[in-house]
């Protein structure tokens, strides 16, 4: 079973910047999107960004102009560039990968935690 493996969490100040990557353990095949997701306590999971194979990217508002998703079809990798990063972006990422399939995958999540 291919697994998600996330890195690149940690602390990080407000205003500072964090670069979060997602590996697959093994080769995902007929990749549709991959994305980003987080969760803070007590509130749902949301969508943070998600990129298609093509290219085709979508950010929530609150990330817009602050955070860059990228993916390398080659590596079945896909990053997420944190930046101008704000309090309210507390919360464990987590990484998304959906086939043609249908087949989801998702990593086990990555703390991010911006504090001064």
């Known amino acids: 079973q291919v697994q998600l493996v996330e890195s690149g969490g940690g602390l990080v100040q407000p205003g500072g910047s964090l670069r979060l990557s997602c590996a697959p353990s093994?080769?995902?095949?007929?990749?549709?999107?991959m994305g980003w997701y987080r969760q803070a306590p007590g509130n749902q999971r949301e969508m943070v960004a998600t990129?298609?194979?093509?290219?085709?990217?979508n950010y929530a508002d609150s990330v817009k102009g602050r955070f860059t998703i990228s993916r390398n079809v080659a590596q079945n990798t896909v990053d997420l560039q944190m930046n101008s990063a704000k309090p309210e972006d507390t919360a464990v990422y987590y990484c998304?990968?959906?086939?043609?399939?249908?087949?989801?995958?998702w990593g086990q999540g990555t703390q991010v935690t911006v504090s001064s």
């Open positions: 093994g080769r995902i095949f007929s990749i549709y999107f």
């Open positions: 998304h990968v959906v086939t043609y399939g249908p087949n989801n995958y």
């Open positions: 990129i298609t194979i093509g290219g085709t990217t």
